[in-house]
C-alpha cells in the first residue's frame, strides 16, 4: 500500500518586509487546489489599495507523511461580555490575574502594549515568560505556528454552528482557534494573547487550557492598523522543544473539547462546543 501523504501549507502576504496576513493549513492532496484557491483570494484586498511595491505573497508547501499527523481537539469557546475597550481590557486582566504568577498581569499586560500593539506587525508571535522575561528566539520576526489544519468537515460544523453566535464571515475566528489550539497543546504555554492586524477587525482572544479560548470584543479601537500575538510560557520551558512542537509537529483537529470543565468567570459565556455526535470525515480514531 503507498503511504498517504498531507500538505502544510504555509501562506504569507507582506509589503517589503511588513506582514500584512498570514494563513496555514494541512490537507490531504485532493484538498490543495481548493485551500491554494481560498489562500490566494486573500491577496486581492491588500492590492486595491494600489501600494507601490505592491504586496508579495509567499506559499510553502511541504508534505506531511499521513502516520506523522496527531490528531487532537480544538479549545472550547467562551465570549467576553464587554461593551467598551476599557471593559474588555478590565476583563482581560481578570483572566490573566488567574493564570499568571501573582502580581505579574501588569508586567505582561505592559508587554502586549508596548510590543504587540504599539510595535509594526511581526511575521510570527512574541514569547515571554509569566515573569515577564522576554525570550528572544530568532531576531524580533517571532515564532510561526505552522503545520497545523483543522478537518474541513469540523471546520463546517463550526461555521453552522457559530453563525448563531458570531458575525459573518467568521474564517478568522476559525483560523484563530486552530492555531491557538496548537498552541495550547504544547504543554510549556500558559496563555497565548492576540489582537488581529486588521484595522477593521477589533475582537481578539486569550486563550489557555483553563478558560479555553475567550473571545474579546473591543480588544482595540476600530482603524488601529496593529496587533499579533504574545505567548507567555513557563520560566522552566525548554525553548528548543516549544519551537520544534508550533514549527514542526503536524496537528489537525478532527473534534472540539467539550466546555462542561472550563473554568467559570461572572464576564465570560460558553458557546456550545461541536458536539460530540459529530464524526469527522478522517477521523481514525
Ligand atoms: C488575526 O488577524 O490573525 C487575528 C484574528 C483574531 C480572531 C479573533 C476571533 O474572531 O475570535
Ligand atoms: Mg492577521
Same mark, same amino acid.
Given at each position: 500500500?503507498?503511504?498517504?501523504?498531507?500538505?502544510?501549507?504555509?501562506?504569507?502576504?507582506?509589503?517589503?518586509?511588513?506582514?500584512?496576513?498570514?494563513?496555514?493549513?494541512?490537507?490531504?492532496?485532493?484538498?490543495?487546489?481548493?485551500?491554494?484557491?481560498?489562500?490566494?483570494?486573500?491577496?486581492?484586498?491588500?492590492?486595491?489599495?494600489?501600494?507601490?511595491?505592491?504586496?508579495?505573497?509567499?506559499?510553502?508547501?511541504?508534505?506531511?507523511?499521513?502516520?506523522?499527523?496527531?490528531?487532537?481537539?480544538?479549545?472550547?469557546?467562551?465570549?467576553?461580555?464587554?461593551?467598551?475597550?476599557?471593559?474588555?481590557?478590565?476583563?482581560?486582566?481578570?483572566?490573566?490575574?488567574?493564570?499568571?504568577?501573582?502580581?505579574?498581569?501588569?508586567?505582561?499586560?505592559?508587554?502586549?502594549?508596548?510590543?504587540?500593539?504599539?510595535?509594526?506587525?511581526?511575521?510570527?508571535?512574541?514569547?515571554?515568560?509569566?515573569?515577564?522575561?522576554?525570550?528572544? /528566539?530568532?531576531?524580533?520576526? #517571532?515564532? $510561526?505556528?505552522?503545520? &497545523?489544519?483543522?478537518?474541513?468537515? *469540523? %471546520?463546517?460544523?463550526?461555521? =453552522?454552528?457559530?453563525?448563531?453566535?458570531?458575525?459573518?464571515?467568521?474564517?478568522?475566528?476559525?483560523?484563530?482557534?486552530?492555531?491557538?489550539?496548537?498552541?495550547?497543546?504544547?504543554?510549556?504555554?500558559?496563555?497565548?494573547?492576540?489582537?488581529?492586524?486588521?484595522?477593521?477587525?477589533?475582537?481578539?482572544?486569550?486563550?489557555?487550557?483553563?478558560?479555553?479560548?475567550?473571545?474579546?470584543?473591543?480588544?482595540?479601537? /476600530?482603524?488601529?492598523?496593529? #496587533?499579533? $500575538?504574545?505567548?507567555? &510560557?513557563?520560566?522552566?520551558?525548554? *525553548? %528548543?522543544?516549544?519551537?520544534? =512542537?508550533?514549527?514542526?509537529?503536524?496537528?489537525?483537529?478532527?473534534?472540539?473539547?467539550?466546555?462542561?470543565?472550563?473554568?467559570?468567570?461572572?464576564?465570560?459565556?460558553?458557546?456550545?462546543?461541536?458536539?460530540?455526535?459529530?464524526?469527522?470525515?478522517?477521523?481514525?480514531?
Amino acid at each position: 500500500m503507498t503511504e498517504e501523504f498531507y500538505f502544510s501549507i504555509r501562506m504569507r502576504i507582506h509589503q517589503e518586509g511588513t506582514h500584512l496576513s498570514g494563513a496555514e493549513d494541512l490537507v490531504p492532496a485532493r484538498d490543495l487546489d481548493h485551500v491554494l484557491s481560498s489562500f490566494s483570494d486573500r491577496l486581492l484586498p491588500h492590492l486595491l489599495n494600489d501600494a507601490i511595491p505592491p504586496p508579495q505573497q509567499i506559499v510553502t508547501i511541504d508534505p506531511v507523511p499521513g502516520k506523522e499527523i496527531r490528531r487532537k481537539p480544538l479549545l472550547p469557546v467562551q465570549f467576553m461580555e464587554s461593551l467598551s475597550c476599557d471593559e474588555s481590557e478590565i476583563g482581560l486582566r481578570e483572566i490573566l490575574d488567574c493564570l499568571l504568577p501573582e502580581g505579574k498581569t501588569e508586567r505582561i499586560m505592559e508587554i502586549f502594549k508596548q510590543e504587540i500593539m504599539g510595535n509594526l506587525p511581526r511575521h510570527g508571535a512574541l514569547i515571554v515568560t509569566s515573569l515577564g522575561e522576554p525570550i528572544l /528566539a530568532e531576531g524580533d520576526s #517571532g515564532i $510561526r505556528t505552522t503545520h &497545523v489544519g483543522c478537518e474541513p468537515s *469540523l %471546520r463546517r460544523a463550526l461555521e =453552522e454552528m457559530l453563525d448563531n453566535y458570531l458575525e459573518k464571515p467568521n474564517h478568522r475566528f476559525i483560523d484563530a482557534l486552530v492555531l491557538a489550539s496548537k498552541v495550547l497543546a504544547s504543554e510549556s504555554v500558559v496563555a497565548e494573547i492576540c489582537a488581529s492586524d486588521d484595522p477593521s477587525y477589533t475582537t481578539g482572544y486569550v486563550a489557555s487550557r483553563p478558560f479555553g479560548y475567550v473571545r474579546i470584543p473591543h480588544m482595540k479601537k /476600530a482603524g488601529y492598523g496593529r #496587533g499579533g $500575538r504574545l505567548y507567555v &510560557v513557563f520560566p522552566t520551558l525548554h *525553548l %528548543r522543544t516549544l519551537i520544534n =512542537e508550533l514549527r514542526h509537529t503536524p496537528v489537525l483537529f478532527d473534534r472540539q473539547s467539550s466546555g462542561s470543565l472550563l473554568t467559570s468567570h461572572p464576564r465570560l459565556r460558553l458557546i456550545p462546543s461541536v458536539g460530540d455526535d459529530f464524526h469527522s470525515e478522517g477521523r481514525t480514531e
